[in-house]
């Protein structure tokens, strides 16, 4: 079994629909939360960075850890054909490295 | 404000030859990690370095290596190239340890091993 477990989807919703991405992990010891978007053959790109639980939210991404149940969550608002990407969790216990989920792809259909 | 650049973005190698890929960080960014992508296997870890230190290491065989210069650009270098090397490989910088602080990617460089 993976430490972080993500659906690779493909995730197709209409262009204004809300998206929920999520992600679970099994190690307990994960603090930090991110949340990366990565256009076909780019970089990731930093979307959302959370420490612990709780919510956190920019623009029209909401970022969601609910470590009692080791579940993470990323709410993207009214989507946008511009948003179809591949979305990828990565956490860490603070140990110099991340550990990443499989990425979903996300298509928003105009 | 420049963010991480590597260099070359695209590479085809032959079956054994070796590689050296460049990433030079954020400016005032001390910390330095590879990643490899690939369509299998996802993003793994291969090193992070900080201050010309290495300070984890991936479960990557002794065929990759990297080393860190005191202005903090790094590089990674494959040697004896399988054709399993085939990836996309991943520069991230950050100001201090990675996951503690947030960590901003470069585009990659895109091997081909042939």
């Known amino acids: 079994q993976k430490e972080v477990e993500q659906d690779p989807g493909p995730l197709s919703v209409p262009e204004g629909a809300i998206v929920s991405l999520n992600c679970t992990y099994s190690?307990?010891?994960?603090?930090?939360f991110m949340w990366y978007r990565q256009y076909s053959r780019k970089g990731p790109e930093l979307l959302m960075y959370?420490?612990s639980s709780g919510n956190k939210e920019d623009g029209r991404f909401t970022a969601q850890v609910d470590k009692s149940s080791k579940y993470i969550s990323l709410f993207i608002r009214d989507s946008q054909p511009s948003d179809s990407a591949t979305y990828l969790c990565?956490?860490?216990?603070?140990?110099?490295?991340?550990?990443w989920g499989a990425g979903t792809k996300l298509i928003i259909k105009p | 404000k420049a963010g991480v650049t590597q260099t070359p973005r695209y590479l085809i190698k032959t079956r054994g030859q070796q590689v050296t890929l460049s990433c030079s960080p954020i400016?005032?960014?001390?910390?330095v990690s590879w990643y490899q992508q690939t369509p299998g296997q996802g993003l793994q870890f291969l090193f992070e370095?900080?201050?010309?230190?290495?300070?984890n290491k991936g479960n990557f065989p002794g065929r990759f290596s990297g080393r860190q210069f005191s202005n903090s650009r790094s590089e990674m270098n494959v040697s004896t190239l399988e054709l399993g090397d085939s990836a996309l490989y991943l520069c991230?910088?950050?100001?201090?340890?990675?996951?503690?602080?947030?960590?901003?990617f470069g585009q990659g460089t895109r091997l081909t091993v042939v």
């Open positions: 370095y900080f201050s010309e230190t290495q300070r």
């Open positions: 190690n307990s010891a994960f603090q930090y």
């Open positions: 990565a956490m860490s216990v603070g140990n110099y490295q991340l550990i």
């Open positions: 400016s005032g960014h001390r910390s």
């Open positions: 991230a910088s950050s100001l201090g340890r990675v996951g503690d602080t947030e960590a901003f």
């Open positions: 959370t420490y």
